[in-house]
């Protein structure tokens, strides 16, 4: 494989797991990394592994990593001459990307044109029909009033959506099932997406019901090669959040699967596109399938595809940046096995998903055949408010979706991770669910199917074990008098101190082991 | 030796015992015994326990309060109050002012915005009730009432700005 030429060093402008993605993939290809971190992430993984390391600021986002003059400022400095944003913060802002490009550095990504087009959700649906891509009935133009909102629900039929144009996370946006409602769901969307956007335009589509989200990988290369990697099947979604992710998708055959493949590659030109991106579509029972938005970056659920179709996405997307024609063709990529993705959260599943925050004491991270562990997580790593509360990706392999599914409920079982709740149990929950074995799940059965609820109940209660397990702690502390008898030293969580004194080698010699393995 | 653990309410009297060659049984008041080898995996917080050759992962530090554990088991936290027996018989002297009211506390799970307070003082509320919503890491957290009961006070108001483990409401 070709090396990379133009591309030396890249400054990673994110934090977390897919900081550490990317700068892995940089390893891989010989390129050195440059971290940015805020002042809460001082001691970071991305930190940690990176070649260089430069503070940004203070903890919240908008003083960090969306300080895209500093990130630049930072990236000059230490000589970098490439800037990958991850996904989140600054990955989707079309006036970074120019700023970057202005200040004579590569970014990995598209050009600022196609983000700017396809983040405008009105322009994107254009651009769609343009390249023959199938839309969800409904208006690709702003409903001015809402009585030319009702005029188009009578046309495309109830129910309908009313989105907002610059919206997201389901801000702005109502489901409209009677004509007696139109008025009222038109005013509140247009007050909220006012509120949340600073703009008021909506638009009206047709609500389907029972559809799975269905994306395609595309990656793009500036020779004018573009390719499909297959499928994505995402319909486990709480509040709009994707829980769990898998490749390929039950709800895909062969002959749909080029069908949309080979729309969404003619998209993908229509907009002019270059690296790697994917267009979400919803998928009904019938199979038709409908355009829903592209993501003009790399996802967080990339690796179920890297896994099928073993390439590596981040590594091509270097590749790309760096001029470099793609090192796959479309006849390389079909999907083998099955491949399988948990998002592992800071939430407590069994009290409202509650975020957890807090110091995670340990962590067993889950190994063995099939599985890919994405985390940021280490033992004394803070959960903090400031940032998503996403703090691994657990993801699985098998040779067809049964193994899959028995290998990831295997590795949900091996994660440990104390101190800070996390959405594990529900995971396992979920693997275990009549629902998801049998593929019958929806986009909207996490929040409707009792069966995908968090379900306290399902787990067995280990209270008595649990209070034998603590008169044994206790025990061992008095005999081996490394504690005061009763526990509950003060400031409640420190090891007692002679303890930590008497067994810091061992540890030592402990951790060293175990990072052998 | 002798210890009480106390668990969600409910108290169980746990007997270690080591016979002369080395090995630990733990002897329940119903009569089980079982065989225990409880071994530290890593540091002093993670233990491999094999309880009848059944084999277990657990996780234990000390709670908030003196005497309290943290006891996790299978992704499971239990909050455990152990006292040895001299403890018992000191505390069974005293009479329990605190356990036995019944007041439960609804705290800020983390520092945020409140944006509705759903209960007044005096209302009787049904366990999972709404109390409170948190605005925080840009989602609304709901906190609900963790037992039946009656409000016995609200700490706070809609548009307040709280620290993490403020009380919000006492429920009684």
């Given at each position: 494989?070709?090396?990379?030429t133009r591309i ?27 971290a940015?971190?805020?002042e ?11 070649d260089?390391?430069y503070l ?6 908008k ?24 996904y ?12 970057c490009?202005?200040a004579g550095?590569i970014?990995i ?17 254009q ?9 969800v009935?409904?208006?690709?133009q702003?409903?001015?009033n809402w ?16 989105k907002?144009s ?12 009677n ?6 769901a038109f005013e ?21 019901e029972?559809?799975k ?7 793009a ?5 573009v390719?499909?990697m297959g ?15 898998e490749a ?8 749909l ?10 998209a ?8 790697a991106?994917?267009?979400e579509?919803?998928?009904?029972q ?5 355009f ?28 790309i ?20 993705e948990?998002?592992?959260t ?9 975020p ?22 280490y033992?004394?790593?803070e ?17 067809s ?19 800070i ?7 396992q ?9 049998s ?7 996490l929040e409707?199917?009792?069966a ?7 787990r067995?209660?280990q ?17 081996e ?9 003060g400031?409640?969580?420190?090891a007692?101190?002679?303890?930590a004194?008497k ?14 393995v | 030796?002798?210890y ?9 009297k ?6 002369p060659?080395?090995?630990t049984?733990?002897?329940?008041p ?12 890593l ?8 309880v009848?050759s059944q084999?277990?992962q ?8 003196r ?25 069974s002297l005293v ?7 019944g ?5 800020a ?17 049904e ?13 609304e957290n ?8 009656t409000?016995?006070?609200v ?5 307040q ?9 006492v429920?009684e």
């Amino acid at each position: 494989m070709a090396k990379l030429t133009r591309i030396k060093k890249v400054l990673i402008a994110n934090r977390g797991e897919i900081a550490l993605r990317v700068i892995r993939a940089c390893r891989d290809l010989g390129v050195k990394t440059v971290a940015v971190y805020s002042e809460a992430d001082r001691k970071s993984l991305h930190v940690r592994e990176a070649d260089e390391a430069y503070l940004l600021g203070p903890a919240p986002s908008k003083d960090s990593y969306l300080r895209g003059d500093k990130i630049i400022e930072i990236a000059k400095k230490a000589g970098a001459d490439t800037v990958h944003p991850g996904y989140g913060f600054l990955s989707e802002r079309a006036n970074f990307v120019q700023a970057c490009q202005d200040a004579g550095l590569i970014f990995i990504g598209p050009p600022p044109a196609a983000i700017e087009a396809m983040g405008d959700k009105v322009r994107a649906k254009q651009i769609a029909r343009a390249a023959g891509v199938p839309l969800v009935p409904g208006i690709d133009q702003e409903a001015p009033n809402w009585q030319s909102a009702a005029a188009t629900a009578e046309r495309i039929g109830y129910p309908v959506l009313i989105k907002a144009s610059a919206g997201g996370g389901g801000k702005g946006m109502r489901v409209v099932r009677n004509p007696e409602d139109i008025q009222s769901a038109f005013e509140g969307a247009t007050r909220e997406a006012t509120g949340a956007f600073g703009y008021g335009g909506v638009y009206l589509e047709k609500m389907l019901e029972n559809v799975k989200h269905v994306e395609i990988q595309l990656m793009a290369d500036t020779h004018g090669n573009v390719v499909y990697m297959g499928e994505r099947e995402c319909s486990l979604q709480r509040r709009n959040q994707k829980m769990v992710e898998e490749a390929p998708s039950q709800a895909v055959d062969e002959e749909l699967r080029r069908e949309m493949g080979r729309v969404a590659v003619a998209a993908a030109r229509e907009v002019g596109y270059v690296n790697a991106g994917t267009i979400e579509f919803l998928v009904t029972q019938d199979r038709q399938f409908f355009f829903m938005e592209m993501n003009t970056r790399l996802q967080v659920e990339h690796p179920v595809t890297e896994l099928t179709t073993g390439f590596d996405i981040v590594a091509e997307q270097l590749r790309i940046a760096d001029g470099q024609p793609l090192s796959f063709s479309q006849e390389d990529l079909y999907a083998r096995g099955w491949a399988i993705e948990c998002r592992i959260t800071a939430e407590d599943p069994f009290n409202n998903f509650l975020p957890s925050v807090g110091t995670v004491r340990r962590t067993v991270p889950p190994t063995g055949p099939g599985v890919r562990l994405d985390s940021a997580v280490y033992d004394g790593y803070e959960v903090s408010l400031f940032y998503d509360p996403m703090i691994a990706k657990l993801i699985t392999w098998g040779s067809s979706r049964e193994e899959a599914i028995a290998r990831m409920e295997r590795a949900l079982s091996e994660y440990q991770i104390f101190g800070i709740h996390t959405t594990i149990p529900y995971h396992q929950q979920l693997m275990n669910s009549e629902p998801f074995r049998s593929g019958n799940f929806y986009t909207t059965s996490l929040e409707t199917n009792p069966a995908l609820k968090p379900d306290p109940a399902a787990r067995t209660d280990q209270s008595e074990l649990a209070a034998i397990m603590a008169a044994l702690f206790v025990e061992r502390r008095q005999t081996e008098g490394a504690a005061p008898v009763s526990g509950g030293n003060g400031n409640g969580k420190a090891a007692p101190e002679e303890t930590a004194e008497k067994s810091a080698w061992q540890e030592f010699g402990r951790r060293e082991m175990m990072r052998r393995v | 030796m002798l210890y009480y653990s106390q668990i969600a309410g409910d108290s169980l009297k746990v007997e270690i015992v080591s016979d002369p060659e080395g090995a630990t049984h733990v002897r329940l008041p119903d009569g089980r015994e079982m065989a225990v080898d409880f071994q530290p995996a890593l540091g002093e917080d993670l233990f491999s326990v094999l309880v009848d050759s059944q084999s277990h992962q657990v996780h234990i530090e000390p709670g908030e309060n003196r005497g309290e554990y943290e006891v996790t088991l299978d992704g499971q936290v239990y909050t455990v109050s152990v006292e040895t027996e001299r403890q018992h018989r000191l505390n069974s002297l005293v009479p329990r002012t605190n356990l036995q009211s019944g007041e439960v506390q609804v705290k800020a799970p983390m520092p945020g915005l409140v944006s509705i307070v759903a209960v007044e003082v005096g209302q009787a509320v049904e366990q999972g009730q709404r109390i409170a919503i948190l605005e925080a890491m840009k989602m609304e957290n709901e906190l609900r009432a963790p037992k039946a009961g009656t409000v016995k006070a609200v700490n706070v108001q809609a548009g307040q700005t709280v620290e993490q483990n403020k009380v919000l409401a006492v429920i009684e």
